[in-house]
């Protein structure tokens, strides 16, 4: 004979169900919360560091062109059109292994990183403005059969150019307001 589900079955199963499923949701709760130290590194990785400077294209792009002439990179790309700066590959394992030192470790046999920056031109209350990302991708070798390894940006190359830039483009500021004044001054003294 065949079992019909009665009425007392089909509740028995509907609870066990709301329980197994009230357990999972309570675990996929706990564990997502832990997962959250997780996630914020890693967007921290691939959050860009960039700045908004209020200059005009033009003036942000010289000044880029000056702190890439100043730390003297070669690039590979420079395109003003789309406001690219790729440098080529630029070797740093001196670099690498002096900060590397501390750990216990053997250091890397090669390091190199590639900086990537991009100008975008905006405007802020009808004033231009421009803003500036830079990227660094960072290559490390431990030995010739490991190969190629990313490993994440400390960003202190990418700030420190950041600031750079900062100031440049304020120095270039305060001079073209001296010669305003100036300009100002010999006209009224022609006057």
């Not at 010289?62 to 789309?82: F, G, W």
């Not at 590639?114 to 431990?142: A, D, H, M, P, W």
Request: hydrophobic letters at 35%; one cysteine or more; aromatic letters at 10%.
């Amino acid at each position: 004979m065949k079992n019909i589900p009665t009425r007392h079955t089909i509740q028995d199963k509907i609870e066990v169900f709301l329980q197994k499923t009230f357990t999972v949701i309570i675990f996929i709760c706990l564990t997502g919360c832990t997962s959250y130290d997780h996630f914020k590194n890693v967007s921290r990785d691939y959050e860009l560091p960039s700045q908004v400077f209020r200059a005009n294209y033009e003036m942000t792009w010289s000044a880029i062109k000056n702190i890439i002439d100043t730390y003297n990179y070669s690039l590979e790309v420079s395109n003003r059109a789309s406001g690219l700066w790729k440098t080529r590959w630029i070797d740093n394992t001196l670099e690498m292994n002096f900060s590397n030192s501390l750990n216990r470790g053997s250091g890397y046999k090669t390091a190199k990183f590639k900086l990537i920056i991009n100008v975008v031109k905006g405007y802020r209350t009808e004033r231009e403005v421009t803003k500036v990302f830079i990227s660094k991708r960072q290559l490390v070798q431990k030995d010739l059969l490991q190969g190629w390894k990313v490993i994440p940006s400390d960003q202190i190359i990418e700030k420190t150019l950041l600031y750079r830039l900062k100031r440049i483009l304020l120095i270039e500021k305060k001079l073209e307001e001296l010669e305003k004044r100036k300009s100002k001054e010999v006209e009224e003294i022609a006057f």
